[in-house]
């Protein structure tokens, strides 16, 4: 089955503009499949590989606690790493059968290639820090009253 159309129709191709990164994206992926239970991505290792999110759903721990879960199609997971030139920076695990494109090199690289991708990272990283502050928010550990600072 050819991959293309499923890879233009999915959620983080609305937010890249050139057929070029597609085409990139597709030329230098590989699509995997993990069952439950399944290691994804392991806390510090060296590894610089993007994954895109198909289907099923991801659970993110950082220093052996729960930090999330991804399961939008679409989403782009293992980024921080190439950005940051650091090892990984989370263990992704997967919580039920998982479908995902591996794409080859670095995010730093690949944007280089491709700058118009950078929308879809950057708009990736704002939804999750987006619902990370939304969390921390709502968390019971943060529930005290804080006092509102202004300026005089």
């Known amino acids: 089955m050819d991959a293309a159309p499923l890879f233009y ?9 050139s057929t070029g990164i597609l085409l ?3 030329h230098c992926r590989m699509n995997l499949s993990f069952k439950t239970g399944d290691i994804l991505i392991r806390e510090g ?3 610089k590989d993007l994954y ?3 289907s099923g759903t991801l659970a993110i721990f950082k220093n052996g606690k729960y930090v999330t879960e991804i399961a939008k199609p679409g989403s782009i997971i293992g980024e921080l790493s190439g950005i940051l030139r650091k ?3 989370a263990t992704v695990i997967a919580l039920s059968e998982v479908s995902v494109t591996r ?3 670095d995010a730093n690289v690949i944007v280089k290639k491709n700058p118009e991708l950078a929308a879809t990272l950057v708009f990736n990283l704002a939804e999750r820090l987006e619902n990370t502050t939304a969390r921390f928010a709502r968390s019971e ?3 005290e009253a804080v ?3 202004s300026r005089r």
């Open 45 to 47: 290792a060296l590894e």
């Open 141 to 143: 550990q943060h529930t």
């Open 24 to 26: 990139t994206l597709l």
């Open 52 to 54: 895109i999110l198909n």
């Open 9 to 17: 129709a999915a959620p983080y191709a609305k937010h890249t503009s």
């Open 103 to 105: 794409v080859e090199g």
């Open 147 to 149: 006092p509102v600072f």
């Open 87 to 89: 090892p990984r920076t």
